[in-house]
């Protein structure tokens, strides 16, 4: 029942804490002025009382002009007798809620034209006699009020500019999270879309030819057979390679390296097995690429292979040529005219433009003279490639290659 009790309670008062506190303060500063100090039984003191009960109800709503007014009435009291000693308690906690409210510097002018305009008052009446001790306990009281009400306000400054900091470090966190998880989804999207592809498009080529082999030459089905049995776990292998990254960090990871280039001969090879005319031409010395631009250059082949052979006429034309500082390849194959080939943009020319940004490359594809398809890649291998080919580099996937037109996967 206790437990009830404390924890209903203070939620009943929460919003009348500080009305209270403000009528608590007020009657304690009337006490103050009433009682405290040898000359508190002056004529007048009651008046004064309730002055600054007033003063203190209202100094949370207006702080400045309460100071103002203050400084009026107490310089006042002190031209018509001896304050009391309570007077300058409530002037220090005036003080204090002024520079609670006020601007950085504006505490200590309020400070000092409220002890400026006693001093004053008091040296013009009692000359002399005015000034004792007691003025310099006045000066610390109106002062440090002064002093600590700004410090507070720095304190709730700084922790509010620490918690909107934390607030939105937080929120960035999260903001990048997302971002890498979409990054993620769309790379591990790419590597799928560019592996299903192409050995789907082997396996479904195969899958025809062993229905014709079937039925003419059944003795020779099984090599057709075979093929589509290399294709398919192949396709089942690179699967898994790419979504390994899905798996638990503690289980193990296979050591097999990304394709690159220098995988091209079995790409090719594979092709050629299903019957699809593929010329390889190379120029220039063959060199270790960055990791980075020899997967693209693999996929892009890839990729350009796999549209020729979907919805070319059949056979096409790899030309890779290694500069001093790029490597340049080149995907032409013939259409099959308007009946065989899909226009539009689709996901595949989309992943190849992707590859190349990735590596900082250009790309452009779409139909040339002659009845040509042509895919042209630009990769850079060093720096000065990158920053001529895309002097924007880093950029986000696809923007630094054209959108093209003509074929899709």
């Not at 009433?34 to 009382?49: E, F």
């Not at 002890?115 to 000359?127: A, D, E, I």
């Not at 192949?234 to 979504?243: D, G, Q």
């Not at 020729?308 to 390849?329: F, M, N, Q, S």
Request: with cysteine.
């Amino acid at each position: 029942m206790d437990a009830a009790i404390r924890q209903w309670w203070p939620r009943r008062l929460d919003r009348y804490r500080g009305p209270l506190g403000d009528v608590l303060l007020a009657a304690a500063g009337g006490a103050l002025v009433l009682y405290l100090g040898p000359n508190a039984a002056h004529r007048g003191t009651a008046l004064l009382a309730a002055a600054c009960a007033v003063l203190i109800l209202a100094r949370r709503r207006h702080p400045v002009p309460v100071v103002l007014a203050a400084s009026a009435v107490f310089a006042l009291t002190v031209a018509l007798g001896r304050p009391p000693d309570g007077m300058f308690l409530v002037a220090g906690l005036l003080t204090y809620s002024a520079g609670l409210a006020s601007p950085r510097r504006r505490p200590w002018v309020y400070a000092s034209l409220m002890w400026g305009s006693l001093m004053l008052t008091g040296f013009v009446v009692y000359r002399a006699d005015w000034w004792n001790t007691d003025q310099l306990t006045a000066f610390a009281i109106i002062f440090g009020g002064a002093a600590a009400g700004d410090a507070v306000r720095m304190r709730r400054a700084y922790v509010a500019e620490v918690t909107e900091r934390a607030r939105q470090a937080e929120l960035n966190r999260e903001e990048e999270a997302r971002r890498r998880v979409m990054d993620e989804r769309l790379r591990i999207a790419r590597e799928l879309h560019d592996v299903v592809a192409h050995h789907i498009t082997v396996i479904s080529v195969h899958a025809g030819a062993a229905n014709h082999v079937l039925r003419n030459e059944p003795d020779k089905v099984w090599p057709v057979l075979g093929h589509i049995r290399t294709a398919a776990d192949t396709v089942l292998e690179e699967i898994k390679s790419v979504i390994s990254v899905l798996r638990d960090p503690e289980e193990a990871r296979s050591t097999e390296p990304a394709p690159g280039v220098e995988r091209l001969p079995e790409l090719l090879a594979a092709l050629r097995a299903t019957g699809f005319a593929v010329r390889h031409r190379q120029h220039g010395e063959p060199r270790p690429l960055p990791a980075v631009v020899s997967l693209a250059a693999y996929r892009i082949v890839q990729e350009a292979l796999t549209n020729a052979h979907r919805y070319g006429a059949g056979g096409a034309t790899v030309d890779l040529e290694y500069t001093a500082d790029t490597v340049r390849i080149e995907v032409t194959n013939r259409t099959a005219g308007s009946g065989g080939r899909r226009t539009g943009f689709g996901f595949g020319l989309l992943g190849m433009q992707e590859r190349a940004a990735a590596a900082h490359g250009t790309i452009v594809a779409g139909p040339v003279d002659g009845g040509l398809f042509r895919v042209h890649a630009e990769l850079p291998t060093d720096e000065r490639a990158v920053n001529r080919l895309n002097p924007h580099a880093p950029q986000p996937p696809g923007a630094s290659a054209r959108r093209p037109e003509g074929q899709v996967t």
